[in-house]
C-alpha cells in the first residue's frame, strides 16, 4: 500500500493550453483532471509527443512492456493497473502563472544542490544551514544573492564575517535562478528529462508544490 500511496504523490508536469507548462502537480490530482475529461496525456516516445485521453491511456497502461520502466511509476486501482503519466495538458487553462520562486530554505538548498559553498562536501539537509555571505550585523540582507547553502561547520568557522575577512572562498556566486531550482534537481535524472523542452520557456517561475 505504502508504494501505491508514494506513486501517487509522483511529480507530474502541467502544460496549460498552449502547451507552456504552469505548475507540478501530484499523480493523485493528475488522474483526477484525466478522469473529469479536464486535461489529456502528453507522452514522448522517439522524440514525438502523443496525446491520450484518460480512457486509452488506461488501455495503453495495460501494457506495461511499453514503457521503460525504470522510468515510469504505475499504480494498481480496484479495475486495473495505470502508469503514472509525467506531462498532462489542461483543456481550458490558457494563462500563466504569475508567482515568483519563493525565497526559502528548500530552494536555496536545491540551487546549490545540498553542497556547502565554501568547503564543497554535499551534505543531507539535517547537517545543513543558510549563510548570510555579508553577515546581518554588518547589514547583509536575506536575499538571493546573500544566502547560500553551508555546512555546520563551515557556518562556525565563518561567524559573523563575510568570506574575506573569514579567510573562506564561496565556490559560487549565489544568484536568483531563472526557474524553480527544485525542478533543475528533476531534470538531472532520465525520469524527467522530457521536462526539458517545456521547462526552458522563459515564463517559468511556478513555485514546485
Avoid at 500511496?5 to 501530484?26: E, F, H, Q, Y
Avoid at 564543497?120 to 548570510?132: A, C, I, Q, R, Y
Avoid at 565556490?171 to 526557474?179: A, D, E, L
Amino acid at each position: 500500500m505504502s508504494a501505491v500511496v508514494s506513486n501517487l504523490n509522483a511529480p507530474v508536469l502541467v502544460l496549460n493550453k498552449l502547451w507552456m507548462a504552469i505548475r507540478v502537480t501530484d499523480a493523485r490530482r493528475a488522474f483526477s483532471l484525466l478522469v473529469r475529461n479536464l486535461a489529456e496525456v502528453i507522452h514522448t516516445e522517439d522524440d514525438s509527443y502523443y496525446s491520450y485521453d484518460f480512457q486509452d491511456w488506461a488501455e495503453l497502461s495495460q501494457s506495461w512492456h511499453n514503457f521503460e520502466s525504470q522510468h515510469y511509476q504505475r499504480i494498481q486501482t480496484p479495475r486495473m493497473p495505470l502508469v503514472v503519466p509525467k506531462i498532462i495538458r489542461l483543456f481550458g487553462y490558457d494563462r500563466l502563472p504569475k508567482q515568483e520562486i519563493k525565497l526559502n530554505r528548500r530552494n536555496i538548498y536545491a540551487r546549490d544542490k545540498s553542497l556547502c559553498q565554501y568547503c564543497g562536501m554535499t551534505f543531507p539537509s539535517s547537517e545543513l544551514s543558510l549563510d548570510h555571505v555579508k553577515p546581518r550585523t554588518q547589514g547583509g540582507q536575506s536575499s538571493w544573492t546573500n544566502l547560500v547553502c553551508s555546512c555546520v561547520k563551515c557556518n562556525a568557522k565563518k561567524g559573523g564575517r563575510t568570506p574575506e575577512q573569514a579567510h573562506m572562498k564561496l565556490i559560487r556566486k549565489p544568484f536568483k535562478p531563472k526557474r524553480n531550482p527544485a525542478i533543475s534537481l528533476k531534470l538531472s535524472t532520465d525520469r524527467f528529462a522530457c521536462w526539458q523542452a517545456f521547462l526552458d520557456n522563459a515564463y517559468w517561475s511556478v513555485e514546485l508544490k
